[in-house]
């Protein structure tokens, strides 16, 4: 697929996903970005801001089937991934799909549910398979959770072991609109309470399966030169040699930088990576992967802004 076609199908998801959704500008990038390489993604916000409404929006722009599961903190793993019941008609056991068995699938408020029914995503996200009753069922190569979370409410919530955090690809910041903005969500939406239903708006499918395939294939052929990739391993490696990190980001977040800059710049027409795209996608990759030293938390610093010092202090080819 030539590149002008990319950025042509990426032009019209943003338009689309623009009709439901006022500003944004920067999370929807980045969810294109991941849809391109395969990726997970984690949205945190606090409520209100948008973060289902527009993984919905994203999803109808797409001809993916697509689910939702409302996590709650009763909920069990076979909720999710299924179980298998028996059939007294035919004497045998059958399988009922949990909602994973989709592939776009929408987890709302994941950290309201607890580790063990987050577990149950962590091969699903992992390997695109569940495993019930011993017997391994695949889920597609377009399988895709894009979840949600609450950064502020803390009673009732479980937080995300890192092992699953280590599975999205972004952890993306839905932060407040501007003025400006909010002015035109409440010019747009002010005469409801409710959350608008998608058929509201018109949106309209702008690629397949076959054609996201293409795009991937695409995303996959740019160019990444020697002096990116050591880059990007001496930004990751950099997260686990700097005083106030803990643990820093695995080989796993080297190869999600790698993967996801390729993206990057197919969406924005070129087939070579910038260090620009690096420095741009680098907070988002690795916010949620490095573990904060207890003396930086009581510090007040925060993954981002440790994130920025590396890219600060590590040279960037020219």
């Known amino acids: 697929m030539e590149l002008q076609r990319v950025a042509h199908i990426a032009d019209g998801i943003r338009k689309e996903v623009g009709k439901a959704i006022v500003g944004q500008d920067e999370v929807i990038e980045l969810m294109l970005t991941g849809l391109l390489c395969g990726g997970h993604i984690l949205l945190e916000?606090?409520?209100?801001?948008?973060?289902?409404?527009?993984?919905?929006?994203?999803?109808?722009?797409?001809?993916?089937?697509f689910g939702r599961v409302q996590f709650t903190p009763d909920m069990m793993p076979g909720d999710v991934i299924g179980t298998n019941l028996f059939n007294f008609q035919t004497n045998a056991f059958v399988l009922t799909e949990g909602p994973i068995f989709t592939d776009l699938l929408l987890a709302d408020e994941i950290n309201r549910t607890p580790p063990k029914t987050q577990a149950a995503l962590l091969q699903a996200m992992n390997e695109r398979a569940v495993t019930i009753d011993g017997k391994t069922y695949a889920l597609g190569a377009d399988f895709m959770v894009v979840a949600t979370q609450n950064p502020i409410e803390q009673q009732g919530t479980y937080p995300l072991p890192e092992a699953q955090l280590d599975r999205f690809l972004f952890k993306i910041d839905v932060t407040y609109p501007s003025r400006d903005e909010e002015r035109?969500?409440?010019?747009?939406?002010?005469?409801?309470?409710?959350?608008?239903?998608?058929?509201?708006?018109?949106?309209?499918?702008?690629?397949?399966?076959?054609?996201?395939?293409?795009?991937?294939?695409?995303?996959?052929?740019?160019?990444?030169?020697?002096?990116?990739?050591?880059?990007?391993?001496?930004?990751?490696?950099?997260?686990?040699?700097?005083?106030?990190?803990?643990?820093?980001?695995?080989?796993r977040a080297a190869n999600a930088l790698a993967a996801s800059v390729r993206a990057l710049a197919a969406l924005n027409g070129r087939d070579f990576v910038i260090p620009d795209d690096v420095k741009r996608l680098a907070r988002p990759i690795l916010r949620h992967r490095i573990v904060l030293a207890p003396n930086a938390e009581i510090d007040g610093l925060t993954p981002d802004r440790i994130v920025n010092e590396i890219l600060d202090q590590t040279a960037a080819p020219r």
Do not use: N
């Open 45 to 65: 916000g606090v409520p209100g801001t948008g973060k289902t409404l527009l993984a919905q929006a994203f999803a109808s722009t797409l001809s993916l089937k």
């Open 184 to 251: 035109a969500i409440v010019t747009q939406h002010g005469h409801r309470s409710a959350m608008p239903k998608l058929s509201d708006f018109g949106i309209q499918t702008q690629a397949d399966p076959a054609v996201l395939a293409d795009l991937r294939a695409t995303s996959e052929q740019i160019v990444l030169t020697p002096q990116i990739i050591d880059y990007v391993v001496d930004v990751v490696r950099a997260t686990r040699q700097h005083p106030a990190i803990e643990t820093g980001g695995s080989t």
